[in-house]
């Protein structure tokens, strides 16, 4: 298992940096990608890292170009940013969100699926949010509901390549993004617990992962309460 090739995308935070300290702790070869050239450095262990921002294909295709065949790849990296005012929509706003959570998968995707090797694995890091739609979310939430059918649409074209799909929806998870919140985050976990989770989620080669249930679980059951119901007890709690 320490011979697999790990890659991480987002990895000098967060869950993405919690992944790379336990597949290093378990003998596992990692490569680590950021914007961050400082942060990337401190990386103890890794086998590589690639140092690009996700919205600059140019970036992302040279530094990847000398990627070794990889064994799972985790499209982990993204940005949460809120839309404050409904009816006075920042449109840029919502471009670089989408660009950012969305977009940017279409390139890293070209070019390291060709870098994956039989039997691997694609790991794409959504959101419970895409679950139940929530307050100013219309940026996060798209973009990551985008993710949810592109990963959801590429498990059916790669089965023929032997590569699995993993589409993990975790809830609220504590790291810088989420420290910006002002809201109440129910069930928050720490990004150790988090990527112990999906690891064990990966190992098990499940398409689905979501954590932790108990979160998970209410949002399910309210999005099958009749619309009136569940929107007033989302807007009530204001979880965003």
């Not at 069930?187 to 108990?214: E, M, Q, V």
């Amino acid at each position: 298992m320490s011979s697999k090739h790990i890659l991480i995308t987002g990895a000098t935070s967060g869950i993405g940096q919690s992944l790379v300290e336990q597949y290093v702790a378990n003998g596992y070869s990692v490569t680590a990608c950021g914007r961050n050239k400082e942060k990337l450095t401190a990386l103890n262990n890794v086998h590589n890292t690639c140092l690009f921002d996700l919205n600059n294909q140019k970036e992302i295709s040279q530094s990847t170009k000398h990627v070794e065949e990889i064994d799972v790849l985790i499209l982990n990296a993204g940005d949460c940013r809120y839309i404050d005012n409904a009816k006075q929509f920042d449109g840029e706003l919502f471009e670089e969100i989408i660009s950012t959570n969305l977009i940017s998968l279409g390139y890293l995707l070209q070019f390291l699926l060709p870098k994956m090797k039989q039997g691997g694995q694609v790991v794409f890091i959504s959101s419970s949010a895409t679950i139940l739609p929530f307050p100013r979310s219309e940026a996060y939430g798209a973009s990551k509901a985008g993710m949810d059918y592109l990963a959801n649409s590429l498990r059916l074209d790669l089965l023929a390549h032997n590569i699995a799909v993993t589409l993990v929806h975790p809830g609220f998870v504590k790291t810088p993004l989420t420290n910006k919140n002002n809201f109440e985050m129910p069930f928050l976990i720490t990004s150790d617990d988090a990527a112990n989770r999906i690891i064990n989620g990966i190992n098990k080669r499940k398409a689905y992962l979501h954590f932790p249930k108990r979160f998970t679980f209410i949002l399910k059951v309210l999005s099958f309460l009749p619309s009136s119901l569940w929107q007033w007890l989302i807007t009530r709690k204001q979880f965003a």
